[in-house]
């Protein structure tokens, strides 16, 4: 079916007003940066964004501009942020758990090894104020 210009127009006028709102976070429920949204927002056929279809290049804008707003650190999809916090938490977290395993073992290795002598002294500093030498005279 061959649609006129301005219906094509009026179209594309409706994808790149649902795309901004997109981009800019504003989700409908259940919906999420993608074509899938996308097209839904702006009342057109999915299927118009692929291959050689006549909105296949707004798709081509559409994530080139999704694209570059996450290389800049701007998700617009807080699910997706969400997932890329959770995994940079998670990396540190890993990071901790290791490090705490390394003192633990440590502290194991240590406590394992064998005193040579007699253990460390107990003595407070006040005790050794008057050597044995002066109580006796």
């Given at each position: 079916m061959r649609i006129s210009r301005a219906q094509?127009?009026?179209?594309?006028n409706r994808?790149?007003?649902a795309m901004d709102r997109l981009l800019r976070g504003e989700f409908p429920p259940g919906g999420k940066c993608d074509i899938k949204?996308?097209?839904?927002?702006a009342g057109v056929d999915r299927t118009a964004f692929y291959?050689?279809?006549?909105h296949s290049r707004l798709r081509a804008e559409f994530e080139r501009r999704r694209?570059?707003?996450q290389q800049t650190g701007d998700i617009p999809d807080p699910r997706e942020a969400q997932i890329v916090r959770l995994k940079v938490?998670?990396?540190?977290?890993r990071k901790r758990l290791?490090?705490?395993e390394q003192t633990i073992n440590e502290l194991m290795d240590f406590r394992a090894?064998?005193?040579?002598g007699s253990p460390p002294s107990t003595k407070r500093s006040s005790d050794s104020v008057n050597p044995p030498s002066a109580q006796a005279a």
């Open positions: 094509r127009a009026e179209n594309e994808i790149r007003a949204t996308l097209a839904r927002e291959g050689t279809r006549s694209q570059a707003l938490e998670s990396t540190k977290l290791t490090g705490s090894q064998p005193w040579h």
